[in-house]
């Protein structure tokens, strides 16, 4: 099989391909294929930058138009989507408008300017977060995913699956609200 192929299987095929870790392969080829893209994003924002978002380069979808085939509050279902859209920062992620929950939550990560008070780096380097406003992130995950019954205890549930797939852990000392990127992903 070519690249091209490759980058074109969904996760439901990666999953019949290998039972064991077809998840796994799976999320591990979005983050490179979201990595390809990183050369042309913006520096991070220091408090002396400007505080709005950047807005998507023309002929890109915005952060609003994408959606996700992926449904969320069910392991059984199939990611039928290979990429991820454009973040609001701008960021090309893949040619596709499907985005996960742990790309939209490092979304807002990388935006605290506008989403600060409702998501926040607690340790940066060690991809551990903490989400402030539980309420707010759930209602924007559900706006993206265009699902206004979304709320935080089935986006919690989407979250604790992403611990099976290594995307996602248990941070040490266990606390409220707080979770952990998996190395690669907290890059």
Not at 51 to 78: C, I, N, W, Y
Not at 100 to 110: D, I, S, T, V, Y
Not at 161 to 170: A, D, E, N, P
């Amino acid at each position: 099989m070519d690249g091209i192929a490759l980058v074109a299987l969904t996760e439901e095929e990666f999953n019949r391909r290998a039972p064991q870790a077809g998840s796994t392969l799976y999320a591990q080829l979005e983050i490179w294929k979201a990595a390809r893209h990183e050369t042309w994003r913006p520096a991070p924002w220091s408090e002396q930058e400007q505080t709005s978002p950047k807005p998507a380069p023309p002929g890109l979808p915005s952060a609003d138009d994408m959606s996700d085939d992926e449904d969320s509050e069910s392991v059984s279902a199939s990611a039928a989507g290979a990429g991820s859209g454009v973040s609001a920062g701008g960021k090309a992620k893949s040619g596709s408008t499907h985005i996960h929950l742990w790309q939209f939550l490092k979304e807002l990560l990388a935006s605290p300017q506008v989403h600060g008070s409702a998501i926040r780096w607690l340790d940066r380097s060690n991809g551990v977060f903490k989400i402030e406003d539980s309420v707010r992130v759930a209602r924007l995950w559900g706006k993206r995913k265009n699902r206004p019954a979304m709320n935080y205890d089935k986006l919690s549930r989407s979250i604790r699956q992403y611990y099976k797939k290594g995307i996602m852990k248990k941070t040490e000392r266990s606390q409220r609200l707080v979770y952990q990127f998996c190395h690669p992903y907290c890059l």
